[in-house]
T-cell receptor
Framework: AQSVTQPDIHITVSEGASLELRCNYS??????LFWYVQSPGQGLQLLLKYFSGDTLVQGIKGFEAEFKRSQSSFNLRKPSVHWSDAAEYFCAVEGSSASKIIFGSGTRLSIRP | KAGVTQTPRYLIKTRGQQVTLSCSPISGHRSVSWYQQTPGQGLQFLFE???????NKGNFPGRFSGRQFSNSRSEMNVSTLELGDSALYLCASSWEGKDSPLHFGNGTRLTVT
């Protein structure tokens, strides 16, 4: 069965520092992968997606993610975080059905001034 | 283009009551999915509707039901509410197809007392 693991529940980084959020997936075929961000009291916003092709994907707000099939990973990165990046981040994989997306448990990002 | 609209934003109900939540998808989107988000369980898939038909269903009891209208608007109903139904209910819409990411509304916060 498809699954997504985000091993870090909570991460704190200093403003201006680099960021990497980890995501590992389990899926038999080539996965469709996503990163979403959720600010408090809001819905989820799509940051970026990977379907095929270039394994380094650029997203909004300066985020990027790299698909590594050998490691079953799709880690999210940002070279320099801003206080406004504080939020919860969800990695997701599209399941066997065309319409069902499975989410990881999320990583809460805090920014240290 | 207007985003996904969910109403109401907040609801307070008592145990045993029933509740109906509404979701208006992005214009042109025919797929509507519902998710339950709780601190303990994270984001859990409830069901997905496409062209007025339920296409997928998650592992929730029959007290949770939904429907979709011809204009793609969707409603979700929970009967005989339990304390554990307190959650943020998120609706998401998308185009048809595996390469279509979900676009989320801001959710309805349901509190059951």
């Amino acid at each position: 069965a498809q699954s997504v693991t985000q091993p870090d529940i909570h991460i704190t980084v200093s403003e201006g520092a680099s960021l990497e959020l980890r995501c590992n997936y389990s899926y038999g075929a080539t996965p469709y992968l996503f990163w979403y961000v959720q600010s408090p009291g809001q819905g989820l916003q799509l940051l970026l997606k990977y379907f095929s092709g270039d394994t380094l994907v650029q997203g909004i707000k300066g985020f990027e993610a790299e698909f590594k099939r050998s490691q079953s990973s799709f880690n999210l990165r940002k070279p320099s975080v801003h206080w406004s990046d504080a939020a919860e981040y969800f990695c997701a994989v599209e399941g066997s059905s065309a319409s069902k997306i499975i989410f990881g448990s999320g990583t809460r990002l805090s920014i240290r001034p | 283009k207007a985003g996904v609209t969910q109403t109401p934003r907040y609801l307070i109900k008592t145990r045993g009551q029933q509740v109906t939540l509404s979701c208006s998808p992005i214009s042109g989107h025919r797929s509507v999915s519902w998710y339950q988000q709780t601190p303990g369980q994270g984001l859990q898939f409830l069901f997905e509707y496409f062209s007025e038909t339920q296409r997928n269903k998650g592992n929730f009891p029959g007290r949770f039901s939904g429907r979709q209208f011809s204009n793609s608007r969707s409603e979700m109903n929970v009967s005989t509410l339990e304390l554990g139904d307190s959650a943020l209910y998120l609706c998401a819409s998308s185009w048809e197809g595996k390469d279509s990411p979900l676009h989320f509304g801001n959710g309805t916060r349901l509190t059951v007392t």
